[in-house]
């Protein structure tokens, strides 16, 4: 699956077919799977269902590299209002965000200003904003304004990646700072110096990696570790980790897609695991969706059925 993976990979950052694989329906079909809607209004309704089965979520307004500063300010200003509308509605929402959409292409100054002023608007509602990690052409500056924001704010975390040969060196530096560390696999089309090719180095470097954040070094640190996966074998190998340490279902935090293992999702909600769901949303989903299909050999063989069914 390694070719293919690099195929989807290759094909997120190609202008060519996401201009026209978004005229398919069997595409929007099966991207139906893992968002429930391009505008705000369905992610709240999302996030309103969940609620009601005592699962958080996780608000992320999909977009990446935005091109003049109007973008950016536009950007900022909807999240404010996703924060408005979550509170009014007493969601357990958090809001994800990538530096690229604030505006990070155009300068440091006008990314964290727009940051900035969510994560100061998230802490007066008592809620998170969390900096998601994009290519490792941009790791060094997204770690550095994280550090800034931390400086100022308790209520932000940043993205880390599994597959990314530095993120065991990242989180010497990291965990001292307490906040939000997510972990994930990755899924950025990367050099074999950059990141580990092979699915088992990953997984092994993940679950090397979430031992570490389980650890008492990230406890006495206040660190609020999340782990995003997907990948069953990893979350029990997790949940045995935890045990070992002593640690309560409710002292661990995992996070998952929308739609994307429902079961399991129930599971570890109704085992007393924190558990949140990241709502995507937005037209600019092409990108986004590509670098899903890369991560698992089972939304490949989703989006195959809605292309024989179409």
């Known amino acids: 699956m390694g070719l293919l993976r690099s195929a989807f990979l290759a094909g997120s950052q190609s202008r060519w077919l996401r201009e026209r694989a978004v005229k398919f329906g069997f595409v929007h079909r099966a991207v139906a799977r893992f968002m429930p809607g391009e505008d705000l209004e369905a992610a709240l309704a999302a996030a309103r269902s969940l609620r009601a089965t005592g699962i958080g979520s996780v608000l992320t307004y999909l977009g990446e590299n935005v091109q003049r500063p109007e973008e950016a300010e536009q950007v900022a200003r909807h999240y404010l209002d996703v924060l408005t509308r979550a509170k009014q509605a007493a969601l357990d929402a958090e809001v994800s965000v990538k530096l690229t959409q604030l505006g990070l292409d155009l300068g440091r100054a006008v990314c964290e200003a727009g940051l900035m002023s969510l994560i100061e608007r998230a802490a007066a509602d008592k809620t998170w904003i969390w900096i998601d990690m994009e290519s490792s052409a941009y790791t060094d500056t997204t770690l550095d304004i994280y550090r800034r924001a931390r400086t100022r704010f308790p209520n932000v975390g940043v993205c880390v990646q599994a597959y990314l040969r530095r993120t065991e060196r990242d989180l010497e530096t990291l965990i001292p700072l307490g906040g939000g560390l997510r972990l ?86 109704a085992q007393g695991y924190r558990f949140r769901v990241l709502i995507s949303y937005g037209d600019a989903w092409f990108p986004w969706y590509m670098r899903r299909l890369a991560e698992r050999p089972a939304n490949v063989l989703f989006v195959l059925k809605n292309v024989f069914s179409a």
């Open 184 to 269: 994930v696999k990755g899924a950025y089309l990367e050099s074999p110096d950059k990141a580990f090719p092979k699915k088992q180095e990953v997984d092994a470097n993940y679950f090397n990696l979430a031992r570490r954040l389980l650890g008492p070094e990230a406890r006495r640190a206040g660190v609020r570790a999340i782990f995003g996966t997907h990948d069953a074998a990893l979350i029990r190998r997790i949940e045995e980790a935890a045990r070992l340490l002593g640690l309560k279902p409710q002292e661990v935090e995992f996070q998952m897609l929308y739609g994307i293992r429902r079961e399991e999702q129930a599971h570890l909600a």
